[in-house]
């Protein structure tokens, strides 16, 4: 499914979470989508946010990158210090400062900054309760482009106080979605009419689940 480059990507950063198992699909994403604008909400080490970078970096792509986070840490990802945005900041200083900008701010502080109708592909990896995440993707999905896509992790996650699944079961019936049911779940949803398939290009469409 994913092209080899895909998969040699090497982070050099020092992480282990679930999000590891979906590297080669965001990797691959980024080179098909090739966004204008990307924004992901919930930063934290930059498991993610550093491989949609280093996609657009290796592929030689146009996007402009944001990385939003207040990395002050929350309910379920727990509470961190500053060390924790002093390395993701450096590493994104020396990696990737031409188009990738962090923004130490709440999500929805954030949202001013961005047109409605912008982003191409939006990454909502927040507060895990229900209201939260529905309170995010509420805020956030009008900055996104028609047919753009959103990504949802922790879609498969059913611990105490998680509830990205049930806004997941909600939304899947809105618009063509298709979910990776490993490494936590990741939700891939395209804003568009339900029951379409997604295309994000020639080389790359998912079947709605």
Not at 76 to 91: D, E, L
């Amino acid at each position: 499914m994913f092209p080899s480059a895909a998969f040699d990507f090497k982070p050099e950063f020092v992480s282990k979470s679930a999000w590891h198992k979906h590297m080669p699909f965001a990797y691959h994403l980024v080179c098909e989508l090739n966004p204008k604008i990307l924004v992901e909400l919930g930063v934290h080490r930059g498991d993610s946010y550093f491989t949609f970078c280093q996609s657009r970096k290796e592929n030689k792509l146009s996007s402009v990158c944001y990385g939003v986070d207040l990395w002050e840490g929350d309910a379920h990802a727990g509470a961190y210090g500053k060390g924790i945005y002093q390395q993701v900041n450096s590493y994104n200083a020396s990696n990737y400062a031409s188009f990738s900008y962090l923004i130490k701010s709440s999500f929805d502080e954030a949202s001013s900054q961005f047109d409605d109708k912008s982003i191409q592909l939006l990454h909502i990896d927040g507060l895990h309760t229900y209201e939260a995440v529905k309170s995010d993707f509420e805020t956030w999905f009008p900055k996104v482009e028609d047919h753009g896509i959103v990504l949802l992790h922790d879609v498969r996650e059913r611990k105490p106080g998680f509830g990205v699944w049930k806004l997941w079961e909600e939304l899947k019936e809105k618009h063509p979605s298709f979910l990776f049911d490993y490494g936590s779940g990741l939700g891939v949803l395209q804003k568009g009419k339900p029951g379409q398939s997604i295309r994000v290009s020639d080389r790359l469409s998912l079947d709605s689940s």
